[in-house]
């Protein structure tokens, strides 16, 4: 994992929306507005927080077509696992050239 690699996985999680938008996807995939609803937070709000878990690779979204011919999005948690270790950060720094450390 490369230094970018970590941070960005680490800035995706901190937050408290985007951690209880894993949380509620651990159940199963849901509807876009279904998960909205659960959580209490706006739809606009929700596409915020899952852009940035989506670039992070922790959840996935898809739009398939509803009986009535609309499309309609779902989002589903990716199986994951992050261990953040001092031999991990060390290893990600060291792939970094000096000049971009700074």
Known sequence: MTLEELTGSLAALASQHRLAIIAELRGGRLHVSE???RLGMSRALLYMHAAK???AGFIESS????VTGSSVKYMSLVDFELTVTPALIEAAAKQQPKEEQD
């Open 35 to 37: 998960l909205a609803r």
């Open 53 to 55: 878990l989506e670039a």
């Open 63 to 66: 739009l398939e077509l509803s």
